[in-house]
């Protein structure tokens, strides 16, 4: 069953070819002259109705992903609750080191190797390689206790689950290591040179939303000997349809009665340089998207958003562009030439 901006969309289509056909037959006037008594601006009009039917396209949804445990394997969903600090589940949890700093793929490749499934009562967690799991419970005593966490530049509160669980995460990568859970209590407003009106996240890197198109990544994959996966990118909304990195230039756009608002181009850092079935890092993406996707010392690939409103998004839903980023920082210009890049530098 189709949905209703499609439905929509070819009805539009079908009337335009209709009177496509109707001026065909009657023929287009010169320009200036009226016929039947309707001035030529307005057949003029509906040539350019019939013309934008036939040829703009229909951004929809391709895919949805959650990330519950900040730098573990994501998950792929049909559709997705929009809550005040992104999706619901995404990145809520987080393993933390012995001073409470944020641990991530960066320096610990074999997170990768940790799925995550969700089930009715909470996250189970599995060793690819070993089968062990652990279930991580959404419910668990409200007395937990708490510590000031940091991810990069915020401090923010979190509660820790159970001495079992950090015990279970410090054996699965072998390093010492704490599970946290952001209650919905805690704010960490996210930049506020670049959000509206406080917004908020979760442990994201920084906002609470990832947009990314399928025509750039298929367009960097035309340049790679091998071409990558999405997950690399770790998206969480990604999109069809459109041209390669137009999600640059989205300012604002809707999916359904919610309101996605881009503000910041994505900097990626060697994370996207790991193969996320086996934990090994290698060059690329870095290395040829530094040949055309840098900026300032940057390489950007993907655009942040915040939100305004709640509700569910799913694949297949439409994005309704409504406006356009037009500030300097939103353009990438072809590099003219390559200047070196240390890609095992942070570059977030």
Known sequence: MMDHPTLLHNQIKQFGSLLLMLLQQTGRPAAGTRQSGRPATFLNLLYIFVFMANVLPILKVSGLYIYPIKSLPGISLQQARVTPKGFEHDRRWMLVDENNMFMSQREIPELTQLAVVIEESGLRITHKLSGDSILVPF??????????????????????????????????????????YMPDDSMRIVDQLY??????????????FLLIGQASLNELNSRLAEPLP???????????????????????????????????????????????????????????????????????????????????????????????????????????????????????
């Open 139 to 180: 419910n668990y005593p409200a007395t937990n206790p708490t510590a000031q966490v940091t991810i990069w530049d915020d401090v923010c509160t979190a509660q820790f689950i159970s001495d079992e669980v950090d015990e279970w995460f410090s054996k699965a990568i072998g390093i010492k290591c704490r599970l946290v």
């Open 195 to 208: 959000a509206i009106e406080e917004s908020i996240t979760s442990f994201s890197d920084g906002y609470p």
């Open 230 to 348: 999405m997950d690399r990118f770790r998206p969480n909304i990604v999109f069809t349809d459109g041209e390669p990195f137009e999600e640059d230039l989205m300012g604002h756009f809707t999916i359904g009665d919610i309101s996605f608002y881009g503000v910041k181009l994505c900097a990626r850092c060697v994370m996207t340089t790991i193969d996320q079935e086996k934990g090994c890092k290698g060059k690329e993406p870095l290395k040829t998207l530094a040949s055309y996707r840098l900026k300032n010392n940057k390489i950007l690939f993907g655009q942040n958003l915040v939100h305004k409103g709640n509700g569910v998004v799913a694949i297949n839903d439409q994005l309704t562009v409504t406006s356009k980023n037009v500030d300097e920082r939103f353009i990438v210009e072809p590099v003219v030439k390559k200047r070196p890049v240390d890609i095992d530098k942070k570059l977030v």
